[in-house]
């Protein structure tokens, strides 16, 4: 079912991210202990931004799948809409 697809895709980008922003902030703790340089800290920044523009995809594309079954099932697709 293209449901379960995309939230094991969704599951699989979160956990991308966790970990993203874990080297970011290892990343950032080296460089202000001198240890490595901001080259480093931006290689990581740039990751963890991707990884969070790539869940928010994920999101946005599970959202729009939701949207769609329960409009072929009759659903009505606006809250205020009336039945």
């Known amino acids: 079912m293209q449901l379960d ?3 094991r895709q969704r599951d699989l980008n979160r956990d991308a991210l966790a ?3 874990q080297t970011y ?3 950032t703790r080296r460089y202000q202990k001198g ?3 901001y080259l480093d800290v931006l290689l990581a ?3 963890l931004l991707e990884d969070r523009r790539s869940v928010a995809r994920a999101d946005t594309s599970l959202a729009v799948e939701h949207v769609r079954l329960i409009a072929a099932l009759g659903g009505a697709t606006n809250p205020g809409a009336q039945q």
Do not use: M, V, W
Request: no cysteine.
């Open 5 to 7: 697809a995309l939230a």
């Open 45 to 47: 920044e740039t990751r």
């Open 35 to 37: 240890i490595s340089g």
């Open 19 to 21: 970990r993203a922003q």
């Open 25 to 27: 902030d290892i990343e």
